[in-house]
């Protein structure tokens, strides 16, 4: 067989020109389900389409994030090219028409990378561009009853050198086949445009009917709006409508008829425009609070079922994201429908990037290679014709990563002409000379800040300078979620809050690709880069998700929502005032009821509702609180901690979530000022840094004795307290390892932090205190730490005060940071359950925690967990006043902070956490690891973008920590 065509440059032959999907009644036929396959001319057997033959037993997944897995040696590809082939005869419906003139088309909707197609053994042509549709024409062709469909897939092509995302590498028909009859003549594509004018509130449609096989005889009515059977080229001007957002996504059911068909539409009116370089929709300025998606599912990769891209959506609109860029292909058009439907503002990129050839300092790129040209713009072409018709829709993206060149520029140039209401996007571009956005992947907090206030440094050509600064702004990737993390995202969302110019971001991504694996023992667990065997390949650095492969929220996730929620709460405690603010772009709050609850040390004392007047987006209202305060107290000289916890929550059922589905929260502290590490409720504001303060915090030396008899210690449990060490490494998280040459962990490796001995200098006892004075410091260094435990006990209470501080010039440290200050015991493992009064109840870090919140909580060990699809740390509760570590019985240890302290409970060490490339490979070691810190390094986003601010930051220094212990008892029956 010759398959020339797989190295042509070209996008393919044969294939119809591509067209609007569209829901018509003319009759179609889904060919979905087994079909005969075959690799490499192997035993014949069978395959589900959609699907990737290797999740089925057929060659193996690959992963590479930059690098191309075969030379680059454009458009060649290795003779060792897996090729599948397909075949499957269907029956045709009795009723189907076929003969002279009947004509029918053969779509299918992904096959990657490379296929060619035959019907009853007759070629119809063969295509590239594996995430775009591709319909042939078949008519004339098809027999009544039996017919066979034979495709020939190539995982390798021309095409594969546009397709080089950071994915698996993953073959074969992904997506739907369908036949679809075509009456003649059909009403094959339409284009919508439906605008609004917020000045008025009037709508305008029209809508292009003409083009290739178009009857002139087509005819629209929308009846909610008064259109019966009208010329669909209008314009017509509507009175009042209601526009389409992303809060409110409200549509207006159409039809469109022929004599020989119907396709039902959905309408949103809405208008984009961009006023002096703000992005606005409807006549207001939006803000984007995207994700990126690749299409993902753990078992089935990128042949997604619709239930899963509804959980997407669904977890998405709960989770307050309102945007999504489609990195970096069109997704499966059901997608994009329901984006439409429940309200997403969508980037949809084209299917393309070359970012390989950058390792080759873009020598050959196809971008600007005029071979490559018709290819590039067939990918615009057929990304935009497709998908033109959706509401959501709010820029078209050339592409992610593909360098720059005429073929972008041509690209662009395609767009504009076609759809001039779309803003154009592309990262690529660091000049915007081609798009009408200003993108960036990745910039840090102070590029952001200063392109907020357009003062970014200039480029090389005034002109095109003046073009980027009249624009928008949006990062259309930053915050990169992968493993623990991201840290940082509070500080950026001030900056998106702050500038007009910055109409928000995207964070990197949405999902781990993990391909779910199971151990002989049936134990599942989530392969990355490397697992099949890959000679080339990027690790874990496929999962970097805000949901783990299963969909399960990830700590960054909950950190996300409680970010960019868009209800914020304040509380003015001289003027007994609470006030909320709407920070949507269009909806007011009456969606939401309010409430309050007050809780002193945690446990509840009142609550009640708030009764807000009504918000409009962008105001604030605020009530009066007195008779609130004056009911529970808010006295500064009360010995408890009180906080008073403000809600927000939907008042009805809204399409994406159930009455009642929490929107908003905030705590503040009723008695400010006990508590010397305040913990903010509000995203834009920074979470203090620990570390500075703590160290400086005086140290109180009384111990207040239990009103109950002095508890007796049992003997194992004390001297395992008394053993605690001083502890500064942690087991480093994927942020930590960096990439390139920018990795913490290496730093904290070659200074030795990771093996510390300790020397003692002395141990003596007086007046009942035993100091022991130790040198922590690694091997073939001389650098080192001391430590100064003193301990007492009084009435059974052991008290622990902690002062250590470099050993000699602190300058010798340089800018190396520690990943953590705190200690480590050794306890039982009989010791299961955790209790604590503190942030929770999920795992904060000082950079990542403004979703955590006061109170009390109680969680196993095992829950405490987080399983990173990596090991790596995880799990820090923070600010804890006290915490109990039990046993069944309810017998164990309580620790109390003076005034709070960081904990990590663990069965495994550090070291092991460290070694363990997926979860299912920790063992527990007999011993329960329990981390009690004064601080931690931040997390940062370096494991592809900055690194922690510098006020998260842990750097040696002088600092002191204090602890009490005591044995938690259980009382005898008397
Ligand atoms: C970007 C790229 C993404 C992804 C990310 C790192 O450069 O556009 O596709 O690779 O980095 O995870």
Same mark, same amino acid.
């Given at each position: 067989m010759s398959f020339a065509y797989v190295v042509d440059p070209g996008p393919g032959v044969g294939a119809r020109p591509p067209r609007t999907t569209a829901d018509s009644d003319a009759p179609s036929l889904s060919l979905n389900g087994l079909w005969e396959f075959r690799l490499d001319q192997g035993p014949w057997t069978e395959l589900p389409v959609p699907a990737h033959w290797q999740l089925h037993g057929h060659g193996s997944p690959a992963y590479t994030n930059v690098s191309y897995p075969f030379p680059i040696d454009p458009p060649f590809v290795p003779d060792e090219n897996p090729t599948g082939e397909y075949r499957r005869t269907f029956q045709l419906p009795a009723d189907w028409p076929v003969g002279d003139g009947a004509v029918s088309v053969l779509r299918f909707d992904g096959v990657d990378s490379c296929f060619a197609v035959r019907l009853n053994g007759t070629p119809l042509g063969h295509a590239k561009g594996s995430r775009l549709a591709h319909e042939f024409e078949v008519g004339a062709l098809l027999r009544p009853g039996a017919n066979t469909v034979e495709v020939v897939v190539h995982q390798w092509s021309s095409g594969s050198y546009l397709e080089d995302q950071d994915m698996w590498w993953l073959s074969g028909i992904f997506r739907d086949v369908t036949l679809l009859a075509r009456p003649e003549p059909a009403l094959d594509d339409f284009f919508v445009h439906a605008g609004w004018d917020h000045t008025t509130g009037s709508g305008t449609l029209a809508i292009e009917t003409a083009g290739p096989g178009v009857p002139p005889d087509v005819r629209l009515s929308v009846p909610e709006l008064g259109l019966h059977d009208v010329d669909p080229a209008g314009p017509h001007l509507i009175g009042q409508v209601e526009p389409w957002s992303a809060e409110s996504p409200r549509r207006y059911d159409a039809v469109l008829r022929t004599d020989r068909e119907t396709v039902r539409l959905r309408i949103g009116f809405r208008s984009i425009a961009v006023v002096d370089g703000v992005l606005t929709v409807n006549g207001a300025p939006i803000t984007l609070r995207g994700v990126n998606r690749h299409e993902w599912h753990p078992e089935h990769g990128r042949a997604l079922d619709h239930a899963t891209m509804l959980r997407d959506v669904l977890l998405m609109k709960r989770h307050h994201v309102n945007a999504v860029r489609t990195s970096h292909y069109p997704p499966h058009p059901a997608f994009l429908e329901l984006c439409d439907e429940y309200g997403l503002w969508v980037v949809d990129e084209c299917d393309l990037e070359t970012h390989g050839f950058e390792q080759v300092g873009w020598r050959r790129n196809p971008s600007d290679d005029p071979r490559w040209q018709e290819a590039m713009l067939d990918r615009m072409r057929r990304t935009v014709e497709r998908d033109k018709n959706h509401p959501s829709v709010l820029f078209w993206s050339l592409g992610n990563e593909a360098g720059t060149g005429r073929n972008l520029a041509a690209m662009a140039q395609w767009c504009r002409s076609r759809d001039p209401e779309r803003p154009i996007h592309y990262e690529g571009d660091r000049d915007s000379g081609y798009v *009408?956005?200003?993108?960036? %992947?990745?910039?840090? !907090? @102070? #590029?952001?800040? @200063?392109? +907020?206030?357009? #003062?970014?440094?200039?480029? =090389?050509?005034? @002109?095109? =300078?003046? !073009?980027?600064?009249?624009?928008?702004?949006?990062?259309?990737?930053y915050a990169h979620a992968m493993g623990n993390g991201p840290g940082g995202l509070s500080?950026?969302?001030?900056?998106?809050? %702050?500038?007009?110019?910055?109409a928000g971001g995207f964070v990197w991504e949405w999902i781990d690709h993990g391909i779910a694996r199971t151990t002989p023992d049936g134990r599942r667990w989530y392969a990355y880069g490397g697992d099949f065997g890959e000679p080339l390949h990027d690790g874990n650095f496929i999962a970097d998700g805000l949901v783990f492969p299963d969909r399960t929220p990830s700590p960054g996730l909950i950190e996300f929502a409680k970010v960019i929620t868009p209800i914020r709460f304040d509380l003015d405690l001289t003027l007994s005032a609470i006030s909320v603010t709407n920070r949507y772009d269009f909806r007011s709050l009456d969606h939401l009821a309010f409430g309050w609850s007050l809780e002193r040390d945690g446990q509840p004392v009142a609550s009640g509702t708030l009764d807000f007047p009504e918000t409009v987006a962008g105001d604030t209202s605020t009530l009066p609180i007195e008779e609130l305060l004056a009911t529970v107290g808010g006295d500064p000289a009360d010995d408890g901690e009180l906080w008073l916890t403000v809600t927000a929550r939907l008042a009805q059922d809204q399409p994406w979530a159930d009455a009642g589905h929490e929107m908003a929260w905030a705590q503040f502290p009723l008695n400010a000022g006990r508590f010397p590490a305040p913990v903010t409720s509000q995203a834009s504001t920074s979470v203090s840094a620990p570390v500075s303060r703590s160290m400086s915090a005086p140290v109180s030396t009384s111990i207040t004795p239990m009103s109950t008899p002095a508890p007796t210690w049992p003997a194992g449990l004390r001297d395992a307290v008394t053993a605690a060490r001083l502890d500064v490494w942690r087991a480093p998280t994927d942020n930590d390892r960096g990439c390139g040459t920018r990795s913490l962990a290496l730093r904290? #490796?070659? @200074?030795?932090? !990771?093996? %510390?001995? !300790?020397? /003692?200098?002395? *141990? &003596?006892? #007086? &007046?009942?205190?035993? /100091?022991?004075?130790?040198?922590?410091?690694?091997?073939?260094?001389?650098?080192?730490?001391?430590?100064?435990?003193?301990?007492?006990?009084?009435? +059974?209470?052991?008290?622990? *005060?902690?002062?250590?501080?470099?050993? +000699? =010039?602190?300058?010798?440290? +340089? =800018?190396?940071?520690?990943?953590?200050?705190?200690l480590h015991l050794a306890l039982p493992t009989s010791l299961t359950q955790v209790a604590w009064f503190g942030l929770g109840p999920g795992e904060s870090y000082r950079d990542s925690r403004a979703a955590a919140r006061i109170g009390r909580w109680s969680l196993s060990v095992t829950e405490l967990q987080t399983p990173y699809v990596r090991p790596q740390e995880n799990g820090n509760r923070s600010a804890a006043r006290w915490a109990e570590f039990t046993d069944a019985q309810g017998r164990g240890l309580r620790v109390e902070g003076l005034p709070t302290f960081d904990f990590a409970a663990r069965p495994w060490s550090d070291a092991a956490l460290a070694a363990a490339p997926h979860p299912h490979e920790l063992t527990p070691d007999g011993v329960l690891h329990l981390h009690l810190d004064l601080a931690h390094d931040g997390l940062g986003t370096a494991s592809c973008g900055p690194g922690a601010l510098p006020e998260h930051r842990l750097r040696p220094g002088k600092a002191e920590f204090s602890l009490l212990f005591r044995p938690v008892v259980v009382a005898s029956p008397s």
């Open positions: *009408d956005v200003y993108s960036r %992947m990745y910039a840090n !907090h @102070a #590029e952001v800040d @200063a392109i +907020g206030r357009r #003062e970014e440094p200039p480029t =090389d050509d005034p @002109a095109l =300078d003046a !073009h980027r600064r009249s624009v928008p702004f949006v990062l259309c990737e500080e950026y969302q001030r900056l998106i809050d %702050m500038y007009p110019r910055v904290w #490796e070659q @200074a030795g932090l !990771h093996r %510390m001995g !300790h020397r /003692t200098i002395d *141990d &003596s006892t #007086e &007046s009942g205190v035993r /100091t022991v004075r130790t040198r922590v410091a690694p091997a073939a260094s001389d650098l080192g730490l001391l430590a100064t435990y003193r301990w007492r006990e009084t009435d +059974g209470v052991l008290r622990l *005060d902690l002062a250590v501080e470099p050993d +000699g =010039d602190p300058a010798r440290w +340089g =800018d190396l940071t520690l990943p953590r200050l705190g």
